[in-house]
C-alpha cells in the first residue's frame, strides 16, 4: 500500500489516464508530498527500489487503488471536478513479454481474454509512445465493447533507463496498469463453460510478410474472425527482419495455429481452407504476403 498523495518530483512523469496536471492538496498532508498521484506506477517503482535497497531482490509488486484526474469540464452536468478511476497496477521484473503475459492473466480471470470472435468484447494490444516506458517495447490495452468505439482500459511496457534511473534501479524492470472502473462493464460475471472436444487438434505454421508498423495485435483479431470457432489458440512464434530478403520496412512473422471442431475430427483439407481463408484476410486487412 502506497500514499495516494506524493511528491512533486515522483508526479514528473505524465500519466496514461489524461494530460491534466496534477491536482495540489493545500495544506501538504505528508511534508513533501502535496499532489494527487494520477497514475499508481511511480509509487510501485520508488516501493521496489527500497525493497532492493533493503536487500529483497525479487520486489514483484501490484496495488489496487484509487487515482485521481482533474476534469476538463469540471462539474459538466453535475459530475465531481475530480474523476477517480480503479487502478490496478503491477511492476515486475522482466521484459515487456512478461508484464504483458500477466496483463493477459489478469484480464483472462475477469472475463474480458476476448478469444472468440463472437466476445461481446474485444481486447487488443497497440503500440503507444508513453513517458514512462521505451519506445518500441510498451502498448495500450484498448477494449472495443459490442462493436463499440475502441477505449483504453490499460497499459503495459518496460521502462525506460531514465525512468529507471530516477529510480536507481536496474533494468529490465516492466509495468502494468488496468483501470478497473471501465473493465467492470465488460467483464463476464457468468462464465460459460465450455466442454473440451473429444477431437484431435491440427496445428500450423503461417510465415507472414507485413509492413514494419504492422502490430501483432492487428495480425491475431485477423486471424481471430478469419479462424471462426475452429480456432483453438493462435500464438507470435517468431518475428524476423532482413531487408535483403523481405525488403526494407518489411517483417517476417511466424504465426502458429491451433485447429479444432468440437462436432468431428477435422480433415486435412478443412484445415487448409481455414488457414486459407486466414492467409487472405490478413491479405486483405494488413497486407500480408504469404513467404513460402
Known sequence: MTRS????????????????????????LVRGADRLRRTLLPSLLEARAGNMAAGAM???????????????????????PVEEPLLASIVTGGSFFAAKGLAEAVLGQVGVAGVQPAAAARIEFKPVMLDLFTPGRAAEIVLTLGGTSAERVGVVGEFSAAVLERFDLDGPVAGVELRLDRLEFAADAERKLRRPSDFPAVERDINLVVDDAVSWGSIAATVRDAAGTLLEHCRLAQVWKD????????????????LRSD??????????????????????????????
Request: charged content about 20%; some cysteine.
Open 263 to 292: 462436432t468431428g475430427t477435422l480433415s486435412g483439407e478443412e484445415a487448409n481452407r481455414t488457414v486459407q481463408a486466414i492467409v487472405d484476410a490478413c491479405t486483405r486487412s494488413v497486407g500480408a504476403v504469404l513467404r513460402g
Open 58 to 80: 525479487h520486489a514483484e509488486l501490484f496495488e489496487i487503488a484509487r487515482a485521481y484526474l482533474g476534469r476538463s469540464a469540471a462539474g459538466t452536468h453535475g459530475e465531481s
Open 243 to 258: 531487408a535483403d530478403r523481405l525488403g526494407a520496412g518489411k517483417k517476417s512473422v511466424v504465426v502458429m495455429l491451433r
Open 5 to 28: 498523495v506524493v511528491s512533486a518530483a515522483l508526479e514528473a512523469t505524465a500519466s496514461p489516464w489524461g494530460v491534466s496536471a496534477a491536482l495540489v492538496v493545500a495544506p501538504a
